[in-house]
C-alpha cells in the first residue's frame, strides 16, 4: 500500500514513524517548507542563538533513509480525490492508496493596510524566520501585534538581540481570554520588567509604506505613530486549508474530520493543527493548533490505518508555556473566569513570579483544573486527581506529590493551603512532599482502585 | 565567523555590548599579565603581578556578571550561545583552545618553558607548601582559579536554581579545600601530598604498588590508599545505587568542577550523534579494561618477584600515563574545551566514569523522569547536555533517561522551557505517558 503523507511537521511526521513501526507500507512524506522534519515549537530558540537548526531537528538525517520513509520537498497544488493522486508544483503527478493531511495553520491575517508591505511578517514557517534574520540588522524596533503565545515568543527573541520592541495587545491585560486575571498581571509585569513596550488595549490601524515597499511605521487605535522597520503579525493561526477550498473535501475552518480522523473523502485523514473535529469530546475544543495533540493524532491515525479504527482520545487538556522566564503550565480546565459553580483558590508567592491555582466545584468539592505559574507539575498525577474527580481536601494534603520541581527548590504547597484555611476556616495541613517514590505508590494505587 | 545558527547571514554583532567587552578587557588584562610572564620566562615581582593577575581576572568576571545577569532578570542565560566566536567554535574559540593545549603541552613534556609561571607562584607555593613551586603547583593554582571564578559566574548565571547554586558550591568546596589547600598543607606537615578526592582509576597511579609503596611509613598515606579502593570496591556502588554518579561527577570531583565551572560555556559543543555515543561506549570501557588489567600486571610483578611481565607492565603503564593520563585527560579534554565541549575526557575516556557508569545503568536509583506528555521536542535539553545524551528522544517518547554517562548536572532539566525533566531516584518509573493515550 502506497501511504502519502501531505505535511512533515510533528503530525505527519508521528503518523509516519508509527506506520513504519506497525507495517511495511510505502510511505512518503511531502513538504514545500523544510528538507527534514524540525521543531517549530523551537524556532525562537534558534534566532535567539541558543540552538542551530540541526539542534532542532529531533532525528538525524540517516533516520529517515533507515526507516524507509520517503521525503519529497515539492508543494501539492492540487488533489483529486476521485482519481486519488496528488498534483505538485514541479508538475509531478503522485498516486495514493492512503492519504494523510497534515498541512498545519498559517498565520492570521485580517486585511490591515499595510499587511503585505516588505518587513511585514507572521512567525509560523522557517521562511519567517529567516525573514526576522534578514530584517534584524541595524533594525531600529520591531512592532508586534497581537497578545498571544506566539507575540510573546516574537518579542522575547528580538529582545535577546537587544532590539527595541513595541508589543500591542487589544485586550486589557496580557492573554486573559486565557489567564486568570491574577496569572495574566503577572505576566504583564514580567513584560514590562524586561524592558518591553507593553501597549494594553491598543490595536494596530495600518502599517506605513517607506521607500521600496518597506514597512516603515505603525499607527495604533490609541493615535499613536510608532517608527519601526519591522512588524510581527502574531494574531493567532488557523488551519492552512486554502489550496483545498472548492474542492470535495468537506471543509468549514479546519478539515472536519470523525473521531477516527477520517475526512469525508475515502481513504483521506486530516491530523494536527488543519483537523476540526467534529465532535469534539467535552472539554476539548474542535481545533486545537498545539504540539501534543498533533503528536497523539499521528499516532492514532497510523494504528487505524495498520491495524484497526482506532478513536483519537487526547484525555483532560493540558498544556504549557513560557513567559521570557516564567514558565506555565495547565492541567484540566481553568477559565480566565470560573463560572459560579466553581471556587478557585489562588496563591502567589512575594516577589509575583510564582502561583499554584486549584479551581473546585463548589457543590461536590471536585477539583477540575491547576495551573501554575513558575512551579513545575507532574502531569500524571494531576491527570489522576481531574479523571477520577477527587476532592480537594483530599487533593491539598496531598499536593506536594504533584510537585515537579528540581530538588532544593522551596516548596509552597502549605501556603496555598493556608490560604484555603483562611478562606474556609478548615485547618488542613501538607503531609507529602514531592519525590518519585511516593508518586509512584500514589500512581499504582489508584490504578488498581480504578 | 561562520554562523552555523542560520543558514543565512550572521546575527547582528550587536551581540557582544560595550561594559561586556570591558569585562572582557579587564579579564584580558589578568591573562595577558601572565602570558607575558610565561613567554619572559621569568618576572620581576611576582607577588604583585600574580596578585594584579588575579584581581583583574575576578574583576573581569565581576563586570561581566553584572552587565550580562544581574542586569536582566533571572532565568536562562543562553542568548547568542551559537552566535559568539568564543562559544561556537570561531575564532577566539580556536584561539583559547591553542592557548590551553600549548599550556599543557609544556605542563607534561616541556615544563622548562613554564620558568616564569613557575617564579609567579612561588610565593604562594611557599606560603602553603613551604616550598618551591614546581610546574604542578602552577597548574594547580591556575585549575582552582578557573574554578573559583568561572564557578562565581556559573552560579550568578543560574542564581534562580538552588540545585545548580549548591552543586557549584560543591565542586568549588572540593577543588579549593581538598585538591589544592590539604595537598599542600599536608606537604608543609612532611606528610605525603594526598588528593582525597581522586581515587583509582581515575587517579591511576593511586592503585599501582609504587603509591603503596610511596606511602610505606605514613600511616595518613596507607590509610588513603585502602580508602581509596574501598570508594571504588565499596563506596561507588552505595552511593551511585542511592545518588547516581552524580555524587562524584557533578559534585565532587575536580574534572568534573572544571568541566562544570570553566567548562560551561561550551557544553553545547557536545556531540549528540549516535555515532559519538557508540564511539564513547566502546573508549571509555576499553580504558577501563586497559587500566584494570595494567595494574593487575603491576600487581602480579610484585607478587612474584618482579619477573615474568616486567618490562611489559612498565611499558603499559608508561603507555597510559602518556595517551591516556596526559594527552587525553588533559591536552585532548581541557585543551579543546572550546571545540568538544567541556566533558570530552569524562565521556569518552575516565575510567572511573566507566565504572560509575556501569553501576548507574545496572543498579540505582537514580533516573532523570519525564513529566508526562508535555515535551515539545525543543531540544534544548539535548543541546546543552555536556555528554551529549540525546534527552529529547527520551523526552519525546515519556521514557525515563537512564544513562550511563549522565553525570546528573541538572542542566538538561534547567533549560527545558516545558518542566518537562526532574532528576529523581526510585526503583522503576511512571507508566510511559504517550502509551496510555491510545
Ligand atoms: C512559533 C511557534 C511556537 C509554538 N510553540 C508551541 C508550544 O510551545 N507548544 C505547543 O503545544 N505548540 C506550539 N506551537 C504550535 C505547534 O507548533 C503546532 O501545533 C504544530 O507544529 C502543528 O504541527 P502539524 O504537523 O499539524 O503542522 P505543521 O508543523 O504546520 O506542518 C505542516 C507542514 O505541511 C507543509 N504543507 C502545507 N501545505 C502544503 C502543500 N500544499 N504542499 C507541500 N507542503 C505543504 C507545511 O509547509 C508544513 O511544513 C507553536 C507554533 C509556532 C509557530
Ligand atoms: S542528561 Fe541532563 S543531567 Fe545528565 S548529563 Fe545530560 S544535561 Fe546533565
Ligand atoms: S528541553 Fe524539554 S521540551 Fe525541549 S525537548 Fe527537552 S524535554 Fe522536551
Not at chain 1, 483530599?394 to 515537579?404: H, Q, S
Not at chain 2, 581576572?57 to 542568548?79: D, S, T
Not at chain 2, 579549593?176 to 589547600?181: H, N, W
Request: charged share 20%.
Amino acid at each position: 500500500m502506497k501511504i502519502i503523507i501531505l505535511g512533515n511537521g510533528v503530525s505527519g511526521i508521528t503518523a509516519a514513524r508509527y506506520i513504519r513501526k506497525l507495517s511495511d507500507h510505502e510511505i512518503t512524506v511531502i513538504s514545500d517548507e523544510a528538507d527534514y522534519f524540525f521543531s517549530r515549537t523551537a524556532l525562537m530558540y534558534v534566532f535567539m542563538g541558543h540552538m542551530r537548526r540541526k539542534d532542532v531537528q529531533p532525528y538525524e538525517d540517516w533516520f529517515w533513509d533507515k526507516n524507509r520513509i520517503a521525503l519529497l520537498r515539492d508543494r501539492v497544488s492540487h488533489i483529486d480525490f476521485e482519481a486519488k493522486t496528488l498534483q505538485t508544483a514541479h508538475g509531478k503527478s503522485i498516486a495514493y492508496d492512503k492519504l494523510i493531511l497534515a498541512v498545519g495553520s498559517q498565520s492570521n491575517k485580517f486585511g490591515w493596510p499595510g499587511q503585505d508591505l516588505d518587513g511585514v511578517h507572521g512567525l509560523y514557517r522557517w521562511q519567517d524566520l529567516e525573514a526576522m534574520e534578514r530584517h534584524s540588522r541595524g533594525l531600529n524596533r520591531a512592532v508586534i501585534v497581537g497578545g498571544g503565545l506566539i507575540g510573546i515568543e516574537m518579542a522575547e527573541m528580538f529582545h535577546s538581540r537587544h532590539i527595541p520592541v513595541t508589543f500591542l495587545v487589544r485586550e486589557s491585560s496580557f492573554w486573559d481570554i486565557v489567564l486568570p486575571p491574577q496569572e495574566s498581571a503577572m505576566i504583564n509585569r514580567h513584560i514590562n520588567e524586561h524592558g518591553i513596550g507593553l501597549r494594553l488595549q491598543t490595536e494596530l490601524k495600518e502599517i506605513l509604506p517607506g521607500e521600496n515597499g518597506k514597512c516603515r511605521a505603525i499607527t495604533t487605535s490609541t493615535g499613536e505613530t510608532i517608527p519601526c522597520g519591522f512588524v510581527g503579525l502574531t494574531a493567532g493561526v488557523s488551519p492552512n486549508v486554502g489550496f483545498l477550498k472548492n474542492t470535495a473535501l468537506d471543509i468549514n475552518r479546519g478539515i472536519l474530520v470523525n473521531e477516527y480522523l477520517e475526512t469525508n473523502q475515502p481513504d483521506v485523514y486530516a491530523i494536527g493543527d488543519c483537523a476540526e473535529i467534529r465532535q469534539p469530546q467535552p472539554g476539548r475544543r474542535s481545533i486545537e493548533a498545539v504540539w501534543y495533540t498533533g503528536r497523539m493524532m499521528g499516532e492514532t491515525v497510523a494504528h487505524t490505518i495498520c491495524r484497526q479504527a482506532t478513536a483519537y482520545n487526547p484525555g483532560i487538556w493540558f498544556n504549557s508555556a513560557k513567559f521570557f522566564d516564567i514558565e506555565y503550565q495547565v492541567y484540566g480546565d481553568i477559565q480566565p473566569r470560573e463560572p459560579e459553580t466553581r471556587a478557585s483558590l489562588y496563591w502567589e508567592h512575594a516577589e509575583g513570579k510564582k502561583s499554584i491555582r486549584l479551581a473546585y466545584d463548589r457543590h461536590s468539592g471536585a477539583v477540575t483544573g491547576f495551573n501554575l505559574m513558575g512551579i513545575r507539575y507532574r502531569h500524571e498525577v494531576c491527570e489522576k486527581w481531574l479523571h477520577a474527580g477527587t476532592q480537594i481536601e483530599e487533593v491539598l494534603p496531598n499536593l506536594g506529590l504533584a510537585n515537579f520541581d528540581p530538588e532544593f527548590f522551596p516548596q509552597h504547597e502549605s501556603e496555598l493551603v493556608a490560604e484555603y484555611n483562611r478562606q474556609t476556616g478548615k485547618n488542613l495541613v501538607v503531609k507529602r512532599k514531592r519525590g518519585l517514590p511516593a508518586v509512584l505508590q500514589f500512581l499504582n494505587k489508584q490504578h488498581s482502585s480504578s | 565567523m561562520q554562523n552555523e545558527s542560520l543558514s543565512i547571514s550572521v546575527p547582528s554583532p550587536a551581540y557582544t555590548s560595550a561594559k561586556q567587552k570591558i569585562a572582557i578587557a579587564l579579564a584580558g588584562i589578568g591573562i595577558l599579565l601572565v602570558l607575558v610572564v610565561w613567554a619572559a620566562g621569568r618576572v620581576v615581582a611576582p607577588v604583585p603581578i600574580s596578585l594584579a593577575a588575579l584581581g583583574f581576572v575576578l574583576a573581569g568576571v565581576l563586570v561581566f556578571v553584572r552587565e550580562e545577569y544581574l542586569k536582566y532578570p533571572e532565568g536562562i542565560k543562553n542568548n547568542g550561545a551559537w552566535f559568539r566566536g568564543l562559544t561556537a567554535r570561531g575564532v577566539w574559540g580556536w584561539l583559547l583552545g591553542v592557548l590551553i593545549t600549548g599550556f599543557y603541552v609544556c605542563l607534561y613534556w616541556f615544563p622548562q618553558y613554564l620558568a616564569g609561571l613557575i617564579q609567579l607562584f612561588d610565593p604562594f607555593s611557599r606560603l602553603l607548601r613551604d616550598r618551591a613551586a614546581d610546574q604542578w603547583f602552577v597548574y594547580g593554582a591556575f585549575y582552582t582559579a578557573a574554578v573559583l571564578f568561572m564557578g562565581i559566574k556559573f552560579i550568578y548565571k543560574y542564581r534562580h536554581n538552588p540545585y545548580q547554586r549548591l552543586r557549584t558550591f560543591s565542586v568549588m568546596f572540593f577543588q579549593l579545600g581538598f585538591a589544592f589547600l590539604i595537598p599542600g598543607l599536608l606537604l608543609r606537615l612532611q606528610h605525603p601530598e594526598i588528593y582525597f578526592t581522586y581515587f583509582w582509576p581515575l587517579s591511576y597511579y593511586q592503585g599501582t604498588p609504587m603509591a603503596y609503596q610511596g606511602y610505606s611509613g605514613s600511616g595518613l598515606g596507607t590509610f588513603f590508599f585502602f580508602f581509596g579502593l574501598a570508594m571504588f570496591f565499596i563506596g561507588t556502588p552505595i552511593l551511585t545505587y542511592f545518588f547516581g554518579k552524580r555524587w562524584y561527577c557533578s559534585w565532587v570531583c575536580g574534572c568534573g568542577g572544571l568541566a562544570e565551572t570553566a567548562g560551561d560555556p561550551f557544553r553545547h559543543l557536545s556531540d549528540k550523534s549516535l555515532t559519538a555515543w557508540k564511539i564513547e561506549r566502546w573508549m571509555i570501557h576499553s580504558i577501563l579494561a586497559f587500566v584494570v588489567l595494567m595494574t593487575a600486571l603491576l600487581w602480579i610483578n610484585v607478587a612474584t618477584g618482579k619477573s615474568i611481565f616486567q618490562e611489559y607492565s612498565q611499558l603499559f603503564y608508561k603507555m597510559y600515563s602518556f595517551a591516556i593520563g596526559s594527552v587525553f585527560s588533559g591536552v585532548v579534554g581541557v585543551g579543546f574545551y572550546p571545540l568538544l565541549g567541556s566533558r570530552v575526557w569524562c565521556r569518552f575516556g575516565c575510567p572511573m566514569a566507566a565504572w560509575l557508569g556501569i553501576w548507574q545503568k545496572k543498579k540505582s536509583k537514580f533516573r532523570i523522569t519525564v513529566n508526562g506528555g508535555q515535551c515539545i521536542s525543543c531540544g534544548n535539553c539535548s543541546t546543552y547536555c555536556e555528554m551529549g545524551i540525546d534527552v529529547r528522544a527520551y523526552a519525546q517518547k515519556g521514557q525515563d533517561v537512564v544513562r550511563a554517562s549522565c553525570v546528573g548536572c541538572g542542566i538538561c532539566s534547567a533549560v527545558c522551557p516545558r518542566g518537562v525533566l526532574r532528576l529523581e531516584g526510585a526503583n522503576s518509573h511512571p507508566p510511559a505517558f504517550l502509551s496510555r493515550t491510545l
